[in-house]
Structures are given as C-alpha cells and as structure tokens.
C-alpha cells in the first residue's frame, strides 16, 4: 500500500495528533481520551505507519548543540528535479530532508551537520559529486523556534 492510498477518517486524524503530542502515548492512553479500543489506535497507527504516512522517531532541537549547523540549501540544477537527483541528495550525510519547489531554485535541502568542515564537505564534495547541480545558495540558521531535526547516528558520535 502507498501513502495515495489511504484515506484518513476523523479518528485516523485524532490518532495522529495525539502522537504529534507525544510520540510514546500509550495506545491505551490515547484510545481513552478519544473513546475507543485501544486495539482500534494499535491497527490503525500500524496501518498509517505500514502505509508510509506516518512515522514515529525521536528529534532533536539542533539549537541545542553548540556545534553543528542546520542550514537549508536552495539547489539550482541543470536539468529538471526528478526522483534519482531527489534521493541521491537524501541519502547524501546529514540531509534531513529535499524538496522540489517552485521559485528561484529548483530544490531546497535541509541539513543538519556537525561542523563548518562537515557543512564544507556536503556543499563542495557530496553535492558537486552528483554531477547534477548547477550553483547552491545557504542559509544557516542562527536561531529557530519550535524547530527539530533527526540526528543520524555518524552525526551523533
């Protein structure tokens, strides 16, 4: 099943706020408050999460580590954005995340690394080495609210 799939009800949509809340809610917990079975928040988060729609993970606050650096990228590529480029720069270290958006660029990466040598590292070699780019502009984040990340393991160490 693809995430086009699904179609969310009133309760899906309860279910997936309550675990925005507060991702380690009991089932049991949340059924309570939004008067159902908890069998019925176990089979249908499991069916969000199976579906791709939803997932469940730990974020950090990078403000919090003095050392690292979470910057979104604006890529300018020489051909069109496509699915191959896409993921070729999501499986790049540190990437939390790319878009394919409209405006001056063609796609904006968000990143989160742990160092200025790391961030030198994504811009120069990883990003130049896809073959596809054509020029980047960054925007470091000096500070954010309400903002996390996820922190890859090679990041944590």
Do not use: C
Not at 10 to 29: C, F, V
Not at 36 to 62: C, F, H, Q, W
Not at 78 to 97: F, K, T, Y
């Amino acid at each position: 099943m693809n995430e086009k799939e699904i179609t969310l009800d009133h309760t899906d949509r309860q279910i997936i706020a309550a675990l925005q809340e507060n991702g380690r809610e009991s089932y049991k917990s949340i059924a309570q408050r939004l008067g159902v079975s908890d069998g019925t928040v176990r089979l249908r988060t499991e069916r969000l999460l199976k579906s791709g729609y939803l997932r469940i993970s730990a974020s950090v606050n990078p403000m919090f580590f003095e050392d690292g650096l979470t910057a979104t990228v604006g890529v300018s590529l020489e051909g069109r954005a496509n699915a191959q480029i896409m993921q070729a720069i999501a499986d790049l270290e540190g990437v939390q995340s790319v878009s394919n958006v409209s405006g001056r660029f063609d796609l904006l990466v968000e990143i989160h690394v742990a160092s200025r040598s790391d961030l030198r590292r994504f811009l120069v070699d990883d990003l130049s080495a896809l073959g596809a780019v054509q020029n980047t502009e960054t925007f470091l984040y000096l500070e954010t609210i309400n903002k996390w990340v996820q922190q890859r393991q090679e990041a944590a160490k």
